[in-house]
């Protein structure tokens, strides 16, 4: 079954402790990205990649990290969380590249509470 | 990047046909509108898309003006399973999905 799969889908952590939110698609798609959904301001893009090796920011990329090392996997790293990045995570994913667009496929959100 | 303006929320009678609007004013030649819908907290999922001519799938009806500024998605007899966030954005960037804005989107209700 053509998926996107997030890890953890629910969180709760402490300033300050490092975590990373895992996002693996298994439709060979070249382009995957990350949003950040909060209440009245819609989803709203972190980051992006077009492919491996391969990444450029979003809207609001502050205090995120991320790494494409494998076509399949997009992880987005909060290096030092703080509570304003309490929110719903969603990963997604394309064909993309030198293609004509197609639509995105979401993964069912992360879920993240910094406490 | 291509911005676009969406109604808030919009109510429709079970059964009628939902009209949600959108507003692109300075889409570019080459930039396609995508339509997806987000159901509670689950995530987003397509529905349609088109770059100047009216498209039709299974799900809903794509109206785009002559001129491209603006749009409708038409889902022709709304059930109580179509209420969700309408979201309608433009794909920016050559060549794939780049940055995307998904915008604050339309919330539909659709009532019995």
């Known amino acids: 079954e053509a998926q996107v799969t997030q890890n953890p889908r629910y969180l709760i952590t402490v300033t300050g402790k490092k975590l990373t939110v895992t996002c693996s698609q298994n439709m060979n798609h070249e382009y995957m990205s990350w949003y950040r959904q909060d209440p009245g301001l819609g989803l709203r893009q972190i980051y992006y990649s077009m492919n491996v090796e391969v990444t450029d920011k979003g809207d609001v990329p502050e205090g995120y990290k991320v790494s494409r090392k494998e076509k399949r996997n997009f992880p987005l790293i909060l290096e030092s969380p703080s509570p304003n990045q309490t929110s719903l995570y969603f990963c997604?994913?394309?064909?993309?590249?030198?293609?004509?667009?197609?639509?995105?496929?979401f993964g069912e959100g992360s879920r993240l509470t910094v406490l | 990047d291509a911005k676009t303006t969406q109604p808030p929320s919009m109510d429709c009678a079970e059964g009628r046909a939902a009209n949600l609007p959108c507003n692109h004013s300075?889409?570019?030649?080459?930039?396609?509108v995508y339509w997806y819908r987000q159901i509670h907290s689950q995530g987003p999922q397509y529905i349609i898309h088109g770059l100047k001519n009216n498209e039709t799938n299974e799900m809903a009806s794509l109206i785009i003006t002559e001129d491209r500024k603006s749009s409708t998605l038409i889902l022709p007899h709304a059930t109580l399973r179509d209420t969700a966030v309408y979201y309608c954005i433009v794909r920016v960037g050559s060549g794939g999905y780049q940055k995307v804005t998904f915008g604050t989107g339309t919330k539909l209700q659709v009532i019995p």
């Open positions: 997604a994913s394309s064909f993309g590249s030198l293609a004509v667009a197609r639509e995105l496929f």
């Open positions: 300075t889409i570019s030649g080459n930039e396609y």
